[in-house]
């Protein structure tokens, strides 16, 4: 059945944000929308990665009220639910503190495009969002706002963390990745520099061209 | 029995030092009090965390002195012992020398609260304690007289390294990870600028709720 | 048979690029030139290192156009033919966006040989290559004119990562590993000042003898 | 048998190496001497370190010739050989290019003592010995002779790495672990800004008690 099967997908993706060392103890988490129902699924809070099954994760509706599951979801549900309800092409959502990216985030700084793989998966430089409270709209308001401006599926919030949105709970956590790992390259480059700059309209031509090309067309 | 499921908790909370990379060869240590008694279990004394085992869990009174087991305790058993006797609320504390504590405190500063992720666990900066040698009570005292103005479990021992205090092993062990993930991010920000500050009402917001909200109310 | 065992062994050194950190997601590829034929194999586009098994590799020829194999190949599928159609003794290639490779790259700017492991793997400083445009020769083009002189088995790819080339796939991963060591270890001590020079001379003798003396003659 | 233990053992601490992340590919390596004999057995050269097997490890004698192993000995194994000829009381020798290290190295910077474990286990700066080149004794003394001077079982040779000494190869092994974790912790210190410093009093007292007290008497 569809749920059970996307619990066990968004379960088993939080061992990607543990194997990239993007998240400690218990901060950070994934969700992913039910297809074709006002639902989503997500981490339960203060749970460690080493006790997630697929039952403990949460089913929720898109205000963020838990359906099914014994566990209270993840504190951050919130801003999840903001996101499904006004991105309706999201299917997954990411939210980690990972290093180098809140290090961004801390001085609210965007990330600039120096990196042809950043082209491919960013599109351009990775936003600043609003600082914003958690346990209110705020956040996913703040998500959404400046997302909507960008290519980019991830956004570095300030002074808070990153979240990150895909078609997928794949797409989000590999967002999630590929944003910890431009930010920390960039943020070597600039240690010792400037950073070389990408003519835009390469960036362009790379992001189109690994959005339609790059991967398996069909059986992946 | 209550003794023994404490030194097996404390026993496997020192692989978490290991899993977050917290301590080199055997230079860090996890104890915690046992309920309802004036004693508390400690790491022995230069053991490989490999080589720990439940057994191999030293027991000792509020003085440091040895009341079970045959191994030496940890060389900080001082300062843990002075912190169980000035501190009756906290039932754990951990030591480490973690890479980028440590470097803050190699140089006496306190680490800035820069992000939600220290609002919320620390309340506040990471304070420095004095300068003090092991071998006394000057190291538990310089805890002990640090973290009692401030909302952090964590204080940063000058020149030294880092003690973490918690109503449980399980958060101090906690505080630990979270000190050394905070130290690391606001190092990484500084190093190319200056993060910017979260305004202290805001802080005190998000201290006081994730305190009160966050995780499972009753069943973990 | 020779390419079964070509795919084996590229498959397996892609587990080295994972184990050294060299790769996030599934960003950086292995190929190997099949010996006698003008053929290599290569990483299909796009799957996990978990999910690589010796069939799943792509035979190519060296144009690159797919000769066995169900999947896409690597997108870097190109370069990588370029190289062997142009460099007649390399019979492996890696690509990979390593962190601190990458930062060089970032900035454009070659790592200088202040250390005797790189005198002994590169006999001189890793050189830059051009920004180019995935999708054609450019790539392959720009690696195989600035390796030709040098004595590097690396070049930096501008705002983009690392090639690197050798007479096997091994010492082509060896090569990206000891690119990626020797750029970390460079970037750290120009952080705090400037490295100290080796002589020219000196770095000859080390080049020459590493090349010869090091490793067991005939039986590894 | 002796010789066996040893091989085993020395066998086993390169598992150590590479657990610390002190070791890229095949660059780095452990010795010990045999108690009593003119000999000390040593790593191969260019063997993987997945690959090493007690019986793989070489004995040689104080002149670095083979007398047992059909593989050739490490390259630095002319280094080894000078330190057991003239430091009677080592009996463990470990050199490797630890990326924190050897930038220190690479600058030709000894490395202050402003964290108490560095008092603890160096009893001081970790001092910088003269640039050599490989193939003849000239390593070797230099080591020796920079050592002569110092409490610290490391030193960083120029432009290339560190070598430890110790009682045993254990204790050789620990002071390599503990030397890259303090180079890092005191590079990530200086980073921003100056380290404090401890009173030269203090870091003998620190050194003193570490090497007389710490750890446990007997049975371990």
């Keep these: 059945m569809m749920i059970r099967e996307l619990r066990e997908t968004v379960c088993r993706l939080h061992a990607e944000l543990v194997r990239y060392g993007l998240v400690a103890w218990t901060a950070g988490n994934v969700s992913g929308r039910v297809p074709g129902e006002d639902l989503f699924v ?6 460690s990665y080493d006790d997630l099954t697929p039952e403990s994760i949460v089913v929720c509706d898109l205000d963020g009220v838990v359906v099914e599951g014994t566990l209270s979801p993840s504190s951050d549900t919130a801003a999840h639910a903001y996101v499904y309800r006004y991105m309706p092409e999201v299917n997954g959502v990411v939210h980690t503190h990972s290093t180098y990216a809140s290090a961004w985030a801390a001085r609210g700084e965007a990330i600039p495009c120096v990196l042809t793989a950043m082209a491919d998966e960013f599109g351009g430089e990775i936003p600043v ?3 914003a409270l958690i346990g209110g709209d705020d956040i ?3 998500v959404v706002e ?3 401006g960008h290519r980019s599926p991830a956004v570095l919030m300030r002074n808070h963390g990153v979240f990150t949105v895909g078609d997928s709970p794949t797409s989000a956590v590999k967002a999630a990745v590929m944003c910890e790992d431009v930010a920390r390259t960039v943020h070597v480059a ?5 950073p070389l700059p990408i003519a835009p309209e390469d960036i362009d031509r790379l992001h189109h061209r690994y959005q339609h090309v790059y ?3 069909s059986h992946l």
């Design 42 to 47: 997500i981490k339960p809070s203060g749970v």
């Design 190 to 194: 600039r240690q010792l520099g400037d």
């Design 129 to 131: 969002g609003p600082f």
């Design 146 to 148: 400046t997302l909507s």
């Design 215 to 217: 991967g398996q067309r």
């Design 140 to 142: 996913g308001k703040g």
